[in-house]
Each structure stands twice: as C-alpha cells, then as structure tokens.
C-alpha cells in the first residue's frame, strides 16, 4: 500500500517536471517569433520578392558601367522624371533614392517592363499602389532600356544614400 502511494507520487512529480519542460519550449519559440517574424537571432529568412514577369534572375557586378548609367539617365530624364524624384521625395510615384536597398533588381526591371502584371498580382506593388492612389501607365521600354534605368539608379543610390544593392546583400 506504501509502496503505490510513493510510485503515485514520483510518477505525478515526473509528468509535473515534463510538462513545465514542455511548456518552457514553446515560450522560448514564440518569444524568438514575436520579436520579429523575419528574424531569427539576427538572419533575414524571408527574401525580397523578384517580382512577376520575364525577369527572373540579375546578377550584377559590384562596379558601375558608366554606358548602362549614361543611357539610364537619358530615359529618366525623357520618361520618368515627371513622376518620380532621385531624393526620397514622392511626387507622382516614389523618390528612388534608396531604391536598390529595398528592391532585388529583378523586382526593379519586372516593375518596369511589366508594370501592370506588377500592380496586379505583386504584393509589394500592389501595397504601394494602394499608398500612391495613381497607378503606374506602362512605359514600354526594352529589358536592355529597363536594365540601364536600373544601372542609372544604382548610381543614385550611391550618391544619395553612399549604399547600393542592399536588397540582395543579406
Ligand atoms: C505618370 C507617372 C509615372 C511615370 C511617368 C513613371 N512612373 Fe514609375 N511609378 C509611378 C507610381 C504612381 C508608382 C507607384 C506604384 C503605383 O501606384 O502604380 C511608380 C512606381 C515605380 C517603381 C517602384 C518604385 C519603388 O520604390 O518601389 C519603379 C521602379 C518605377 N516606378 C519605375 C519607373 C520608370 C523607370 C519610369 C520611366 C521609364 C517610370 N517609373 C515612370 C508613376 C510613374
């Protein structure tokens, strides 16, 4: 009779300590969780998005090409500079300063050559769209066009915000 009430004893104390163990788990877990959903002790899990559309994979190279720059800033000054500053000032659309380290080159050209898919189906696109009010008219550049554009903002970037190509350096 002693004997079942000691084991009835040990064995509640081992499901008690068990338990509280358990418990113990799921707090550290949901603690990590709760700080940031992206986060985990300091690595990014979730990469940017590469957007909707032909473009599918940019590597670039960390130098500049002065050509692909030079051609950029010609299209900016002939088809975007009505609508968007180089600061990080909105008028019609957003300033683009910064541009590279908040968007994966891919997402950058799809959002040019591809503007309404983009606006359309792209979460991040369809955000801002909702933030803008007016809706992007397609520019009907070439992905060469698009790929000087994105060279021109590289430079931008460097010189407005001395980084450049931040989405995809993580
Ligand atoms: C008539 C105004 C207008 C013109 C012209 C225009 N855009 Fe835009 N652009 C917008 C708006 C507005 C947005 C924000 C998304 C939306 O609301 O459609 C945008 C968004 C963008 C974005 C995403 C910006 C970001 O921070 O995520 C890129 C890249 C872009 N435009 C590139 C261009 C390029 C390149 C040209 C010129 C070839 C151009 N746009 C011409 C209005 C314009």
């Not at 008690?16 to 986060?39: A, G, R, W, Y």
């Not at 940017?48 to 473009?55: E, M």
């Not at 908040?102 to 898919?117: G, H, Q, S, V």
């Not at 970037?157 to 001395?162: A, C, S, Y």
Request: proline share 3%; hydrophobic share 40%.
């Amino acid at each position: 009779m002693r004997t079942t009430r000691v084991s009835f004893i040990i064995i509640t104390l081992i499901t008690v300590v068990l338990f509280t163990s358990c418990l113990d788990v799921f707090k550290t877990k949901s603690n990590i969780e709760f700080i940031h959903p992206n986060l985990h002790i300091g690595h990014i899990v979730k990469k940017k998005s590469k957007g909707v559309g032909h473009v599918k994979e940019v590597s670039l190279i960390d130098s500049i090409s002065e050509i692909l720059a030079k051609k950029g800033t010609l299209i900016y000054e002939k088809k975007c500079v009505s609508c968007h500053k180089l600061t990080d000032q909105r008028i019609v659309g957003p300033g683009w300063a910064g541009i590279t380290n908040n968007r994966r080159p891919e997402w950058i050209m799809n959002m040019i050559i591809n503007t309404d898919e983009m606006l359309d189906y792209d979460e991040e696109a369809i955000i801002q769209l909702e933030d803008c009010l007016t809706r992007m008219p397609p520019q009907d550049l070439t992905i060469e066009e698009a790929r000087s554009v994105l060279e021109f903002m590289r430079v931008n970037d460097l010189k407005q915000v001395h980084r450049k190509d931040g989405a995809i350096k993580y």
